[in-house]
């Protein structure tokens, strides 16, 4: 009896050990396999011959053949399933071709006014002034600052200079003057449309304006219908919550005032373009190229879209929580809006894209975001496959961002010049900042921008460990085909004017353009599958509560 317990306690202790060696240390010896394979084989061997029972016509098993059996089964098929998907060090042979656009040599930025367009001497109207209060955060004020000027044009209005909104979650207390180069716009602009600082004065009193607000995609007739006549009577109109509030679908000519407002007349103001430079020429010390990530993985990301990672209850409840301040949102299915591409990939998620895309482990990451949910443990896996991972702080003292840290829109700021001159950007959804710097890098050169295909991406991540490395990664690049920002890939007037600025992006005459554009439209696709419609609603666009929550 004690014999059979030392056999029992031998076979089971020699069985964790096998399990430890194989699993947990797999890939130092992985090479070693056969030889251990062949040790073990013979151990096992001498095992039986010496400490067997004796054959008898009593069958009394040492252990039972079936589970033997079976749990030898399911240890070659881990094992299996492990060496089949293994994550590569290298971008293999696409490494060489990650950093250029392919045909963005044949295309160019192009903005400037037809001899047609009134200029702002013959267009405006006297006594007739337009104020706007943006919304949102800076990227989402920036497209209200934009459409501000296209606005005042159509209602040949003055425009004043644009109150930026102080009130909202960002709570950021920043004018206009602190973010932008105000001299800078009334200037650039001054052509197209008369911008003034403050209203002026009628008999020592200041105008009051009558406030409104126009519906969302507002076109040209919409603004002469609903506005024109309030602005003719009142001499001064405010339009408040101005954001997404001009239409998608101008004439030629109204596209491109919109892109020389964008691309040339709004810059930051001096302080915050010398820090921002100052990062780029830190992160191009250490690294020649680089790529700039706006992961979108902060907790009020994750609560707008309604999805579910795995946290359980406690993430239910932390995120469920932050959701509240949305007034408009409803109960969504979290694994359907996984399914359709609603979601943001998760850091690891991200990580395997890119390293299917041929970036290897020797890429420099830059990290645009704000407090990532899950902190460092979510990052870690992303960590893994990049180690070269970088942000603001990285490369700043607490000392150098004091004068921007108090300020989400000023560091926002700061990452948008970084990620703007990063050689590869890569977005994690399609909200504001990524628009914008999608568009602002398709107008100056297309330089390579990415974003995830998330609807397509997901069948695969889902499957992935059902697949060899190589097919998977095969099945990446196929899936991120029009998702590049390499030219034509959109077709002009789909989407977001702000993230495809097809009006401002024009073929090189001095190319032999035939060829370029036939092998653009090559992968040129439809904005149904995986790109975002006008229609979808976004998580910038919905009313916020009165009592809205901090996120801490």
Known sequence: MKKRKHESLFVGTFQIIVHTLLFRRRRRIHRLLPVISAVLSGALLFFFVFFSPPITSHHHPLINPISFNNATTEFQMNLQKEQVFRVPMGGGSLSGDVWNSKQSKFYHGCSNSSNHFPSAEVNTHPNRYLMIATSGGLNQQRTGIVDAVVAAHILNAVLVVPQLDQKSYWKDSSNFSEIFDVDWFISQVSKD?????????????????????????????????????????????QLTKFDYRLSNRLDTNMQKLRCRVNYHALKFTDPIIEMGRKLVERIRMKSKHFVALHLRFEPDMLAFSGCY?????????????????????????????????????????????????????????YVASGEIYGGEETLAPLKALFPNIYSKETFASKEELAPFSSFSSRMAALDFIVCDESDVFVSNNNGNMARMLSGRRRYFNHKPTIRPNAKKLYKLLLNRNNVTWEEFASQVRTSQIGFMGEPMEVKPGRGEFHENPSACICADSEMDTGSATSSARRDMIEVTDGQVSEEEQEWSDTEYSENELEIR
Not at 318 to 328: A, D, S, V
Request: charged share 35%; net charge positive; aromatic share 4%.
């Open 193 to 237: 449309v008369k911008v003034i600082r403050n209203l002026p004065t009628n008999r020592d009193k200041v105008i009051t304006p009558y406030t409104t607000r126009v519906p969302r995609k507002c076109n040209a007739k919409c603004y002469q219908t609903r506005i024109l006549p309030i602005l003719k009577k009142k001499h001064a109109v």
């Open 309 to 365: 990672y795995g946290g359980g209850d406690k993430e239910r409840k932390e995120l469920g929580k932050i959701r509240k301040r949305w007034k408009t949102l409803h109960a969504r299915n979290p694994d359907k809006e996984r399914r359709n591409g609603k979601c943001p990939l998760t850091p690891e998620e991200i990580g395997l894209m890119l390293r299917a895309l041929g970036f290897g482990n020797d890429v420099h990451i």
